[in-house]
């Protein structure tokens, strides 16, 4: 009924617990210059009731609230001009109003006191706002408008907001030693921040525990104490879980592209035998064919963009695979066993390659964006966030190394490729074309490296120099699986990825690949023929 609605509104702004009405004498220190004047007038317009402190907050965030000397503070309201404190019209001459000035400072207060208003709008996106304001800027909220808000909101994240704001609010204030009500609000503030995930928790907790420059603590309270270091402690262990979690991903992450760069190279440099300095401009060709393929779905098809990349893995596929075939036609097949010319011709090669892209595309990066189902990441445990294009990236390296042992193991071109690898001589003289085979897989290692230019364009610049990041590392991952060994290049890829990834926050990314390459060349000091060796009489010979 509306008469009962407006009676329990009467009672509960009767007893609600806010400060008394402002004056203008509250207000006028907002006209002078002194910042502390300025600070406690809008602390105090922050404690005031709302239906007051409403309107001169808006108004002061619109810039509409003035100051006439003979009135006291004034707002505008359309085009007339009330009294500030009592919203009644008044009249002032134009050159009589002085405009407020207020700091950075002073106007985040004002914001923060403004939200605080706001926490209880029937306005979702509104409430979501106010909270977000107060909870980078909590010092200025009314807690008393911040519990009110928490009894009431329904969203979780909100309301876990809420607590936190909360929380920070009670820890802030002037501690009672003999108040019962306060240490239980302090303890349950505790509770609340040791829960919360941002490093500000933390920050907030550290001083509970500290000890002033007396050596004695700066909070007296021994339980108090004793609580804030127990969630200390518990934040502190699910950061160090967090990064854990987090190093493993990204060593993953960076095992799953080394792989994709070297798996071709492991069957090309397996077979042939061949030092192909222009492998990592096949990554290039590959993400330079996702950057066409996308132009033209953007052009064409715009409606379908979101499904350019299963278009483009094709499209990288063939690209580079049809470079490879003709590069390994014209160029290295008359090669075959100098290793030095081969070395410095393929070399000449990733020149010419890089240099036919600058002339082509120009020698800026291109802007290869993710489709909207590779965008955003799953908070895989508080603190800590997996990008989805990484998941799909680590799924589609390992699909490709299915793909490439079903056609190494279950395919005849499969057959002829592992005969040629394990003896040449006595596979030619069975019918084996080997001069064929090595055409074919350098093609079939060349596509497998421009599906890895498709995968790196999803999460890095598409660029010239693309290549050129990757294919010592490539090379690594080879001679440590193994020549031509599919599984030890697996276990190299993401073995060198994880022990990049653990060591770089220790030693950055410069040492870290140093330790690595240090690493490899004792392993292969000791096992020259890497993780897994071939198999096969030319190879024990």
């Known amino acids: 009924m509306p008469w009962l609605r407006a009676l329990l509104a009467a009672l509960l702004l009767a007893t609600a617990p806010w400060a008394a009405a402002l004056t203008q004498a509250d207000l006028k220190p907002l006209a002078e210059d002194d910042f502390d004047a300025k600070t406690a007038a809008l602390s105090a317009l922050a404690k005031a009731p709302p239906e007051q402190a409403g309107p001169i907050l808006k108004a002061l965030q619109d810039d509409a609230l003035q100051y006439a000397p003979s009135v006291g503070m004034v707002r505008q309201e359309g085009d007339k001009t009330v009294d500030a404190v009592t919203g009644k019209p008044v009249t002032v001459k134009a050159d009589e109003l002085e405009s407020l000035t207020l700091n950075n400072s002073l106007r985040a207060i004002v914001d923060s006191a403004a939200s605080s208003l706001q926490l209880q709008s029937p306005d979702i996106a509104v409430r979501t706002q106010a909270v977000n304001t107060l909870y980078d800027q909590p010092g200025n909220a009314s807690r008393t408008g911040v519990e009110a808000a928490r009894k009431v909101e329904a969203d979780p994240g909100l309301r876990a907001r809420l607590d936190v704001i909360w929380a920070t609010i009670v820890l802030a204030e002037e ?22 995930s941002n490093p500000q928790s933390r920050q907030k907790l550290a001083p509970l ?182 998941i799909v990236i680590i799924l589609f390296a390992l699909a490709v190394v299915a793909v490439a042992w079903a056609v190494l193991n279950r395919t005849r071109l499969g057959l002829f490729v592992r005969a040629t690898t394990q003896n040449r001589t006595m596979a030619a003289c069975v019918g084996v074309r080997t001069w064929k085979v090595d055409s074919y897989a350098f093609a079939f290692g060349a596509g497998i490296a421009g599906l890895g230019g498709c995968a790196l364009s999803q999460i890095g610049n598409v660029g010239p120099d693309l290549g050129q990041a990757y294919i010592i590392d490539s090379f690594m991952v080879v001679v440590l699986g193994g020549v031509g060994q599919l599984a030890g290049t697996i276990v190299g890829a993401f073995g060198l990825g994880l022990i990049n990834k653990f060591i770089e926050p220790f030693y950055g990314a410069v040492l870290a690949k140093i330790f690595v390459l240090v690493l490899i060349v004792l392993f292969i000091q000791k096992r020259p023929q890497g993780l897994f060796a071939l198999k096969g009489r030319s190879a024990e010979a």
């Open 175 to 196: 501690t009672n030693t003999g108040d019962t009500a306060q240490r239980e609000a302090r303890l349950e503030a505790i509770r609340v921040l040791g829960r919360d």
């Open 209 to 390: 525990v500290e000890r002033g420059s007396d050596g004695k603590y700066r909070e007296p309270d021994v339980e108090v104490r004793v609580a804030a270091q127990q969630a200390l402690d518990a934040l502190r262990s699910d950061q160090r879980r967090a990064e854990l979690i987090g190093n493993l991903f990204a060593g993953l992450s960076l095992g799953s592209v080394l792989l994709l760069a070297a798996l071709g190279l492991a069957i090309t440099y397996g077979l042939i035998g061949v030092i192909n300095m222009a492998h990592g401009e096949f990554l290039m060709i590959g993400a330079y064919a996702t950057y066409v393929v996308q132009t033209l779905f953007r052009t064409y098809a715009p409606g379908a963009f979101d499904w350019y990349l299963p278009a483009a893995l094709p499209a990288s596929f063939l690209a580079a695979g049809v470079v490879g075939f003709v590069l390994e036609r014209l160029v290295l097949r008359h090669l075959y066993g100098r290793p030095l010319e081969t070395l410095l011709a393929t070399f000449g090669v990733s020149l010419l390659l890089m240099q036919a892209v600058r002339t082509l595309f120009g020698a800026q990066n291109v802007e290869v964006a993710n489709p909207a189902w590779m965008s955003g990441g799953v908070e895989w445990m508080p603190g800590l966030v997996i990008p989805y294009n990484r």
